[in-house]
């Protein structure tokens, strides 16, 4: 079974200011995917990125990007210009991929909340 | 397009009773999975359906269960509930279920 550790339960930053989320998963797997969702107060769970583990290269979106060290299993966020509206929790979710087709349910971290201060 | 939608959105029932819950895809979505959130357990997968077929299952009792329809409308039930049950209630729909899931906005269910 695959577990996905968020380290940090809770983080405040300056708008504006540049902000990293870590995250780290236990597979034995080989073919999966990476998400990072994010909650706001309103509960909508929202995707922010996603990362395929066959891909070298890090995923970015907008102002968001991934570092994804396949080897030490660790796949973090990084928030540049942070505005307040990036406040909520955030949620690292693992995906196994099978050979013949489908896969898992998404495995979440507890979550990271983030709060942007003015 | 229209996102995920959940109906309804917040319920409260009593220990013993039973629910329904339901879960309309994105146009075109023939996979829905249905996620519980707590603040104990945190988000846990229930199951997932793909072309009306239970495809995948957590790790739950059998009185939580599902169906899907030929419409990839989905609903959940949970008999004789217990308290421990209250709890956010997560549909998510993708295309085939190995892609991005995308999630509706809840159904809040509190069980008194």
């Known amino acids: 079974a695959q577990t996905v550790t968020q380290s940090q339960p809770e983080m405040s930053v300056q708008e504006a200011e540049t902000v990293t989320l870590s995250c780290t998963y236990d597979?034995?797997?080989?073919?999966?995917?990476l998400f990072w969702y994010k909650q706001p107060p309103s509960r909508q769970m929202i995707l922010v990125i996603r990362?395929?583990?066959?891909?070298?290269q890090n995923a970015t979106e907008n102002r968001f990007s991934v570092n994804f060290q396949k080897a030490a299993k660790s796949f973090s966020l990084k928030i540049s210009d942070s505005q307040l509206g990036d406040t909520a929790m955030y949620f690292c979710?693992?995906?196994?991929?099978?050979?013949?087709?489908?896969?898992?349910?998404?495995?979440f971290g507890k979550g990271t909340h983030l709060i942007i201060q003015p | 397009k229209a996102g995920v939608t959940q109906t309804p959105r917040y319920l409260i029932k009593t220990r013993g009773q039973q629910v329904t819950l339901s879960c309309s895809p994105i146009?075109?979505?023939?996979?829905v999975s249905w996620y519980q959130q707590t603040p104990g357990q945190g988000l846990q997968f229930l199951f997932e359906?793909?072309?009306?077929?239970?495809?995948n299952k957590g790790n739950f009792p059998g009185r939580f269960s599902g169906r899907q329809f030929s419409n990839s409308r989905s609903e959940m039930n949970v008999s004789t509930l217990e308290l421990g049950d209250s709890a956010l209630y997560l549909c998510?729909?993708?295309?085939?279920?190995?892609?991005?899931?995308?999630f509706g906005p809840g159904t809040r269910l509190l069980v008194l």
């Open positions: 146009s075109g979505h023939r996979s």
């Open positions: 979710a693992f995906m196994k991929l099978y050979s013949g087709g489908g896969a898992d349910g998404l495995t």
């Open positions: 990362q395929e583990a066959y891909k070298q």
């Open positions: 597979t034995s797997e080989s073919n999966y995917y």
């Open positions: 359906y793909f072309s009306e077929t239970q495809r």
């Open positions: 998510a729909s993708s295309f085939q279920g190995v892609e991005t899931q995308y």
